[in-house]
C-alpha cells in the first residue's frame, strides 16, 4: 500500500509499510529470521555496500522485518525515514551518536524517565559528552542553557512519570533559534496522542518496548527522522555534512538529502554500534501497533477515571495527570494532546513511604513491575525503584518523591481497578 497521507491514523496503524509477501502472498509480515541474504552477483554486492542501491546485506543493518516496522513507525509520526534498535536507551544513544561528539553538550529537560536522567548524567560522560538539565517550563533558563558546544535539545512530550506535559512547539522554537535539533522521546504519548514532527521536532525516539508493543512481550527502540534539518547549514554536524571518515569519506547530507540521517543510523550507527533490533521483536511491536488507537483510547478513558477517583479520596494526598482539570498542565494539555495525555500518572499517598510500599504489596490486579504501557495495570515506587539512583532532588524534580507511587493504567475495567486500589488503600493507610 502506498503510504498516502490521505489515510486516517487507524488505516495507516495496520497497513503502513507492510504489502503482501512477494514470495508467497503471505498477508500478515513474515518474520525474516534470517541472519544474511544472498546477492544477486558482484556487482549487487558492491552497489548495495556504495549505498548506491538498498537492500539487504546482513541483519545488524537491515531485516526485511525490521524495514516494515521502520517504516511504519515513519508514516505514524510524520517522518520520513526510521531506525529500529534493541531498545529506548539504545534509540537515544543513537539519535545522540552522530550529532555529539567529545567535549559536546546536550540540553535536556529536567522531567525525564528516571533511566535517561542516569544515561545521560553519568553514562554519556565516557564517551566525552555531557547533559545540562534545565526546567523547559523556563524557555529563558532553556535558552541560557545553550552554548557553542551544544549540539542537541532533548525532551519527553509526556513525561515519564509526573503527569508533566510538554509544549513541544515552544520548546522547538528556541531549539530553531539556535540552529539545534529537538529529540522528543514520545514513548509515553505515542503518536496517537502526539506527533511532535508537527510541532516542529527534528528527531523523535521511543521505547518501543512500552505502548507500541502494547503487551509486555518485547524491548525495542526507534528513531524517527522529520527529514526537516538542515545539517549543512552549520559546521555543528561534521557527521553528516561533512566527508565521514567512517565511510570512505561519504558526505551523508550532500548524498541522501533529508534521510542523511537515517542511512547515518543504518550505515555507520547500527553497523559499528550494533544495537540492533531482531526480527522477532519487530514481529511484535507490529502486532501490538495495529491496535495502537484503540488501546489508547481506553488508557486515557481509564485514566481519567481512576485519576478522578483517586484525587476525591481521603487517603490520597495528590493525584499529578495532566488530563485532570486541576493539573496546572490542564489548559497546555488540551491545547497541545487534545486526544488525552496517556495513562501514566503519580499518586501522592498520605502515609509516606512506609505506605506506598503496603500499598504496592496490597494490589491484587495492579502488577508490581518496572514497566508502563501494557495492556495490564502497573504500579511501582519509583523512589525505591526505578529513580533510586537518583539523588533526592533529582527524585523531586522527576515527580518521583518517596511519598509517590507510578501508576500506567490498563486496558482492563476502570471500576475493577479503582476496588483494587481502594482495598489496598484500606490496608496501606490502615
Ligand atoms: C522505558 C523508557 C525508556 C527506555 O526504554 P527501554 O526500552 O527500556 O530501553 C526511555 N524513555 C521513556 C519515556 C521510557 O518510558
Not at 338 to 362: E, R
Not at 363 to 371: G, K, T
Request: charged share 20%; proline share 5%.
Amino acid at each position: 500500500m502506498s503510504d498516502s497521507p490521505t489515510y486516517g491514523f487507524d488505516t495507516l496503524q495496520i497497513h503502513a509499510g507492510a504489502r503482501p509477501d512477494p514470495a508467497t502472498g503471505a498477508r500478515q509480515t513474515p518474520i525474516y529470521q534470517s541472519t544474511a541474504y544472498v546477492f544477486r552477483d558482484a556487482d549487487h554486492a558492491a552497489a548495495l555496500f556504495n549505498l548506491q542501491e538498498v537492500g539487504y546485506i546482513y541483519s545488524r543493518l537491515t531485516n526485511p522485518t525490521v524495514a516494515v516496522l521502520q517504516e511504519r513507525l515513519a508514516t505514524l509520526e510524520g517522518g520520513v525515514g526510521a531506525v529500529c534498535c534493541s531498545s529506548g536507551h539504545a534509540a537515544q544513544i543513537m539519535a545522540l551518536f552522530p550529532l555529539m561528539g567529545p567535549g559536546k553538550n546536550v540540553v535536556a529537560s529536567t522531567r525525564l524517565y528516571g533511566g535517561t536522567v542516569t544515561q545521560f548524567s553519568q553514562t554519556i560522560k565516557r564517551f566525552g559528552w555531557s547533559a545540562k538539565f534545565v526546567d523547559f517550563d523556563d524557555l529563558d533558563a532553556l535558552r541560557e542553557a545553550i552554548d557553542d558546544d551544544t549540539r542537541a535539545v532533548f525532551c519527553e512530550s509526556v513525561a515519564n512519570p509526573g503527569g508533566y506535559v510538554t509544549d513541544i512547539r515552544a520548546v522547538a522554537d528556541v531549539a530553531d533559534a539556535a540552529g539545534l535539533p529537538l529529540i522528543v522521546d514520545n514513548t509515553s504519548a505515542t503518536p496517537y496522542l502526539c506527533q511532535p514532527i508537527s510541532q516542529g521536532a527534528t528527531l523523535v525516539v521511543h521505547s518501543t518496548t512500552k505502548y507500541l508493543t502494547g503487551n509486555g512481550t518485547v524491548t525495542g527502540g526507534c528513531i524517527v527522522d522529520s527529514g526537516k534539518f538542515d545539517w549543512s547549514a552549520s559546521d555543528k554536524f561534521p557527521s553528516l555534512s561533512a566527508p565521514e571518515p567512517a565511510y570512505h569519506g561519504l558526505k551523508f547530507h550532500e548524498t541522501f538529502g533529508n534521510l542523511a540521517f537515517t542511512f547515518h543510523g543504518i550505515a555507520i550507527g547500527l553497523r559499528d554500534l550494533g544495537m540492533t533490533m531482531n526480527p522477532q521483536a519487530a514481529h511484535y511491536t507490529l502486532m501490538g501497533i495495529e491496535t495502537l488507537s484503540l488501546r489508547m483510547q481506553r488508557h486515557v478513558e481509564n485514566a481519567v477515571k481512576v485519576a478522578t477517583w483517586l484525587e476525591n479520596d481521603p487517603r490520597v494526598d495528590y493525584v499529578t495527570y495532566a488530563g485532570l482539570p486541576s493539573s496546572p498542565y490542564a489548559e497546555r494539555a488540551q491545547r497541545c494532546y487534545p486526544k488525552g495525555t496517556g495513562g501514566l500518572f503519580t499518586v501522592a499517598i498520605k502515609g509516606g513511604y512506609d505506605a506506598c510500599v503496603k500499598l504496592v504489596d496490597s494490589l491484587e490486579i495492579f502488577s508490581h513491575v518496572a514497566n508502563l504501557g501494557d495492556t495490564r495495570s502497573l504500579i511501582i515506587h519509583s523512589a525505591s525503584t526505578t529513580h533510586r539512583q537518583l539523588t533526592p532532588e533529582q527524585q523531586e524534580a522527576a515527580g518521583a518523591g518517596p511519598n509517590v507511587v507510578r501508576v500506567s493504567i490498563g486496558i482492563e475495567d476502570a471500576d475493577d481497578l479503582i476496588r483494587d486500589l481502594d482495598q489496598a488503600l484500606a490496608k496501606a493507610c490502615g
